[in-house]
């Protein structure tokens, strides 16, 4: 169903409007935006990076005008990619995959970026590991993971938004790394309420939520970022490996 949803035209074009539209989607995006930046400040800015799911290319545009040059795009939704082409330029390579089996061969890239996607299903552990396999030992992975949403347990805006969302507990996320194949770097909390809550809030509201999301205790944040490092899998454990 969420493939179904977000390859729809009409959500595809108004995808950016909807959620980055007001100021408090626009300070969301950024939000996600530096969260990724900061996180990958390690990174070289001549390595392999894949974006997946790339969306509109708003992370990707991010990326190259950070000056990171080799920059790739992968979704599933064909008029996700054509957006995300018309936003980071005509030789921008994109392709079509299925973000659980993709067609990349083991250790294609330096670093992946997978952030608004986990959240959207169930099967983490299988993404985790087709992620890992991708990476060279050493390699990056950047995503996020809801703490908690509405849209969890409201069964109107899973109808209206395109699905159920999933949450993860930051424990249960950091086992789930490990499992995978992943040695945790850094863990960010961010968002006071969940970002499609950022959407509706007033203007003249935005600046004092911020100011007490950075005072106010970690924990009661919505969003978890991650950076984590593939380990070299030992013989024995298999990870990270082909099927």
């Excluded at 983490?124 to 950047?142: D, F, Y």
């Excluded at 109107?156 to 930051?170: E, I, K, M, N, P």
């Amino acid at each position: 169903m969420k493939r179904q949803y977000y390859s729809q035209p009409g959500v595809v074009d108004r995808y950016d409007a909807w959620r980055f539209g007001s100021e408090g989607g626009r300070y969301v995006g950024q939000r996600e935006i530096d969260s990724v930046l900061d996180l990958m400040r390690e990174v070289r800015r001549d390595a392999r990076i894949l974006d997946m799911p790339v969306g509109t290319g708003r992370l990707s545009r991010a990326l190259i005008d950070a000056g990171y040059s080799n920059v790739e795009g992968a979704d599933y939704s064909l008029a996700m990619l054509e957006k995300a082409r018309e936003r980071c330029g005509a030789e921008f390579i994109t392709s079509r995959q299925d973000a659980f089996a993709t067609y990349y061969a083991d250790q294609s890239f330096d670093a992946v970026v997978c952030v608004r996607f986990v959240f959207h299903h169930a099967e983490t552990q299988r993404l985790l590991r087709e992620i890992c396999r991708l990476l060279r030992p050493g390699g990056l992975l950047v995503a996020d993971t809801l703490r908690w949403s509405p849209r969890s347990v409201l069964p109107a805006l899973q109808r209206s938004l395109g699905g159920v969302v999933y949450t993860h507990r930051d424990d249960a996320m950091k086992c789930m790394l490990a499992d995978a194949g992943f040695e945790l770097l850094a863990h960010r909390r961010i968002l006071l309420v969940p970002s499609l809550v950022y959407r509706f809030v007033p203007a003249f509201l935005v600046e004092p939520l911020d100011r007490a999301e950075r005072r106010l205790p970690s924990a009661l944040c919505s969003k978890s970022f991650w950076s984590a490092r593939r380990q070299v899998p030992s013989p024995v454990d298999g990870s990270c490996q082909s099927p």
